[in-house]
Structure formats: C-alpha cells, structure tokens
C-alpha cells in the first residue's frame, strides 16, 4: 500500500517552454499533496504543499506564477513549470500524506533537463 | 526556523557491520521519520515514530524517538551492499503538516 506514481520519470524542453508533471496517490486518498525540489548531493527542498480543492501553499522564495499547482482530486496533483529556464533543471519529487498521518510517500521523481 | 542536525554526513562500512545515525532538534517535533534514498529515484519511508521514548524495529533497523522530542537514532544492524543509499530524517509539528528534512547521511558498504 501507499504508492505514489509520478510522471513522466524524465523530461527534456527547451528555455521558454512549460512542462507538467502529474503526481498520483494509487491506493489512498490524499488529502495533502507536496511538492520538493532536490539539487545533487543535497537533501529535499520543500517547494509547496497543496490541498485538494483549495490554492497551494508556496514556500517563501518559490514564485507561485512560475510553479503552477493544481490539486483537483484527491488522488492527484499537478506542477507546471512554466517559461522554463536552465536553472530551473532539478530533480522534483512529489509526496502524498494520508488523511489522519504525518507519514508522507513519496514519488519517484522527475528529471527536468532545460536546454 | 526549525532545523535538524544529521549526522554522520557519510559513512564508510563493512558489509556485516551495525550503523548508527541521529537527529537532533532545535525545537520539539510530534513526529519522527526515517527514510532512505536511491540514486534517481524518491525517498522510500523506512520507519515512523509518534511517541516520545517510542522504540521501533523493521527488519534490522531499529529507531528511537527522543524523550525530549527533539532527536530521534536510527541503527542498522549486520549491514549488508543493499543496504547503500542516502539516510535521512525528517521531523513534524505543526498542524501542516510539513516535514523538516535533515541533510542526509550518505551509507557506503564495503562488500
């Protein structure tokens, strides 16, 4: 149980151009969804969380505009990068918690490659 | 804000030998949680911790909660190759939810 699916595992685009990555809860129901970006070698950087049904919450310094979040069920979130830059190349993972349970699962990551 | 201290950053083992990792807190957390990464891929949930003295095992890992409620150990034990990755902690307090990650600590066993 608690399986978290993220997709796509990989994904390379040009600057300027938007990329959207999914993040589903498979046997659960997520009532809280988050979203971390990780540079290498360094530990997981907490980006947003977000509430089924209701507007993200962005941590301080992540630009909402950008980081585009939807949370329209309970069983998956979406991360639109927008106007994508090289700098926003990143390894993000998203997390589901259960209703009731700190326990947070994880995805298994996207590769964001900006060329 | 909160922060965790993990230490070690890394450590290099024999295959057969125990490992121990902590955290320690500037501040109480209601929660304790112990996870391990692979190479590319997400943060796998080892073991949960929700009481303070609170002391549980799964497989050959064992992890404490702190009384103070500001740490928490993990230990492996009989260490074996699979067992390599990136170990990290991570706390929780507040009704958010959110998890206060720690730096990680990076296991390397020698076959």
């Known amino acids: 149980g608690a399986v978290v699916s993220q997709h796509p595992s990989r994904v390379i685009c040009k600057s300027g151009t938007s990329v959207k990555i999914e993040c589903r809860s498979l046997d659960f129901q997520a009532t809280t969804m988050f979203w971390y970006r990780q540079f290498p070698k360094q530990s997981l950087m907490l980006m947003a969380t977000s509430n089924e049904g209701s507007k993200a919450t962005y941590e301080q310094g992540v630009e909402k505009d950008k980081f585009l979040i939807n949370h329209a069920s309970l069983t998956l979130s979406t991360l639109t990068v927008t106007s994508a830059h090289p700098e926003d190349s990143s390894f993000y993972i998203c997390?589901?918690?259960?209703?009731?349970?700190?326990?947070?699962?994880f995805g298994p990551g996207t590769r964001l490659t900006v060329t | 804000g909160q922060q965790l201290n993990q230490s070690p950053q890394s450590m290099f083992i024999q295959e057969g030998e125990d490992v121990s990792m902590n955290c320690t807190s500037s501040s109480i957390f209601n929660t304790w949680l112990w996870y391990k990464q692979d190479p590319g891929e997400g943060p796998v949930l080892l073991i949960a911790?929700?009481?303070?003295?609170e002391l549980t095992s799964n497989g050959r890992l064992t992890a404490q909660f702190g009384i103070t409620r500001k740490d928490s150990f993990l230990n492996i034990s009989a260490s074996i190759p699979s067992d390599v990755g990136i170990y990290f902690c991570?706390?929780?307090?507040?009704?958010?939810?959110?998890?206060?990650f720690g730096k990680g600590t990076l296991l390397t066993v020698n076959p």
């Open positions: 997390s589901a918690r259960n209703t009731g349970s700190y326990e947070q699962y």
């Open positions: 911790l929700y009481k303070a003295g």
């Open positions: 991570a706390g929780s307090g507040g009704s958010n939810y959110k998890l206060t």
